[in-house]
């Protein structure tokens, strides 16, 4: 079993949907989580970034982190076909701070 | 502005050909990463290091090498290109808490 799972998708929305996009992870002991978009060949970028359990929110985006269920999220309002790419969880902590990721969903918002 | 660089962007090579990957970054990480990634795939970690002449290999074995010289610079280098060598490779770097900083990317063909 991975550290970190993700369901690969496809996830298909139409426009203007609420999306939510969700990792599960094994590790106790991680602290940090990110959220990054990756559009086709090109490098991951950073979206979002929590500590700890909770929610931030960014525009249209919101992170959430329940540490007793070892599970978060991503929630996208208003998706636009802008948004369709691969989301990839992260996270890190427990001493070395190397960040895990998740295998990504695949995300498309169609007009 | 902070950044990460990566060249060459693309790269077309013959078998058997040695090649360089070149990364390099302005944020003052110690930590700093190659990942291997193929088309709608995930990202495979091959090597990492946690500062100056700290160099491990990843989770994914690969028959590159990597050096780590200076803070700012840790490029990758295959001493003989093959065809399942063919991929995109991602550099990044990381902050104390783990938030990763990617490059552009290089898409090798060989």
């Known amino acids: 079993q991975k550290e970190v799972e993700q369901d690969p998708g496809p996830l298909s929305v139409p426009e203007g949907a609420i999306v939510s996009l969700n990792c599960t992870y094994s590790?106790?002991?991680?602290?940090?989580f990110m959220w990054y978009r990756q559009y086709s060949r090109k490098g991951p970028e950073l979206l979002m970034y929590?500590?700890?359990?909770g929610n931030k929110e960014d525009g249209r985006f919101t992170a959430q982190v329940d540490k007793s269920s070892k599970y978060i999220s991503l929630f996208i309002r208003d998706s636009q076909p802008s948004d369709s790419a691969t989301y990839l969880c992260a996270m890190s902590g427990g001493g070395s701070y190397i960040p895990t990721f998740g295998r990504g969903t695949s995300l498309i918002v169609h007009p | 502005e902070a950044d990460i660089y990566q060249t060459p962007r693309y790269l077309v090579i013959g078998t058997g050909k040695k090649i360089t990957l070149e990364c390099s970054q302005t944020?003052?990480?110690?930590?700093m990463y190659w990942y291997q990634q193929d088309p709608g795939m995930e990202l495979h970690l091959i090597h990492y290091s946690y500062g100056v002449n700290s160099t491990e290999k990843g989770d994914l074995s690969s028959e590159s090498t990597v050096s780590r010289i200076r803070t700012e610079h840790f490029p990758l280098t295959l001493e003989s290109a093959r065809p399942s060598h063919t991929s995109q490779y991602l550099c990044?770097?990381?902050?104390?808490?783990?938030?990763?900083?990617f490059g552009q990317g290089t898409r090798l063909t060989v």
């Open positions: 929590t500590y700890s359990s």
């Open positions: 990044a770097s990381s902050d104390l808490r783990g938030r990763a900083f």
């Open positions: 944020m003052g990480h110690d930590k």
């Open positions: 590790n106790s002991a991680f602290q940090y």
